[in-house]
């Protein structure tokens, strides 16, 4: 495929295309983050860079024969985490009108655009009246340990218009987040503090696909909620305050643990956060309280694995930007699966 990927961020959808078996005959990616650029050069040194979406007309030589544009437009005054947010007006998510207009300009055989699934539904008309194709939303929970709602686009030129793709959803692969933490972290990821606490927060498993808040710190800010690696992650955030800022706090076993729900000792790290009150199917969160258990937050390559993204693929800037660069990311195997659904229609 000839691709050109506008806010392409560190390339996660060149990422996709391998793991889709999709070649790659040139990549153009529109990005201005200096640290994100050198992410993706690091990992791609042939991607071309081409600079800023805004005022950008394609020249004839990228326009012809152009067979994909992705890319996810900024979503900050589009998220419900934002107060005041201005929408498709806003500095940051009315962006998203360049990538109609490029879209228009190339007129590639495909497309796909990823946004978040928290956005006005006022919001999400008007996107999918510009683009003439319905959205589909896919929880990344699907296909990795990360709790992740994204709305796609995914549309395939037909006869000078675009018609919605037919997406399936992913199969579950029934990932938790114990199943990808590292076994041996720094100190510095992990929180040291006497003012947290667990308590007998309550939500149904949903056959996995939940979080599991098991506690928190102080009156329990965002930042400073306290979850189970026996469920999902939070989604992660490329902004955000408290202990857990973008990544979450995660409450990790150490040796023996005590369950004081079903009242005995479960050893060997193996402690089970989740009891099941034989009276309802809900399972009870916040059993599992003992001196054994630490508080962390998330290291960047266990973010990266969230992502679908190999080990130290954002290494060699700092920590900061690697977590920043993950929150604003989308998930790679979510797309390679998008990407494998997109000859679903036929040419016309």
Request: aromatic letters at 8%; one cysteine or more; a positive charge.
């Amino acid at each position: 495929m000839k691709v050109l990927s506008l806010f392409d961020g560190i390339s996660c959808a060149r990422v996709a295309l391998e793991r889709a078996g999709i070649p790659v005959e040139v990549y153009y990616a529109k990005e201005v983050d200096k640290y994100a650029i050198q992410i993706s050069t690091k990992n791609y040194p042939d991607i071309v860079q081409l600079g800023s979406v805004v005022d950008f007309h394609p020249a004839p030589l990228i326009c012809r024969q152009m067979d994909l544009i992705i890319g996810g437009s900024p979503c900050q005054d589009l998220s419900i985490a934002k107060k005041n947010r201005k929408g498709l007006d806003g500095k940051r998510s009315g962006l998203f009108w360049e990538y109609a207009r490029i879209l228009k300009e190339v007129k590639p055989k495909y497309f796909i655009l990823e946004n978040v699934n928290s956005m006005p539904k006022e919001a999400k008309a008007i996107i999918t009246e510009a683009l003439g194709v319905e959205p589909i939303m896919i929880n990344a929970a699907l296909v990795s340990a990360q709790n992740r709602k994204r709305l796609f686009w995914c549309g395939k030129l037909m006869n000078d218009k675009y018609e919605t793709i037919p997406i399936t959803q992913p199969v579950d692969r029934g990932i938790l987040l114990k199943d990808i933490l590292e076994q041996e972290v720094d100190e510095k990821y992990f929180v040291h503090s006497d003012n947290w606490y667990f308590s007998n927060f309550k939500g149904a498993l949903n056959n996995g696909m939940s979080l599991m808040r098991v506690g928190q710190i102080g009156k329990g800010g965002q930042g400073d909620r306290i979850y189970s690696p026996e469920g999902k992650s939070v989604g992660l955030s490329a902004l955000g305050g408290g202990r857990g800022a973008k990544t979450g706090l995660y409450a990790i076993p150490v040796g023996s643990a005590y369950d004081y729900y079903n009242d005995k000792t479960v050893p060997d790290g193996k402690a089970k956060v989740l009891g099941t009150n034989p009276q309802s199917t809900t399972a009870i969160a916040g059993q599992l309280v003992n001196d054994n258990t630490q508080i962390r937050k998330l290291t960047p390559i266990e973010c990266e694995r969230l992502q679908g993204l190999p080990d130290n693929y954002t290494e060699g800037v700092s920590n900061s930007q690697r977590y920043k660069m993950l929150g604003n990311a989308f998930n790679v195997d979510v797309v390679a699966h998008l990407l494998s659904c997109l000859d679903k229609l036929p040419d016309n």
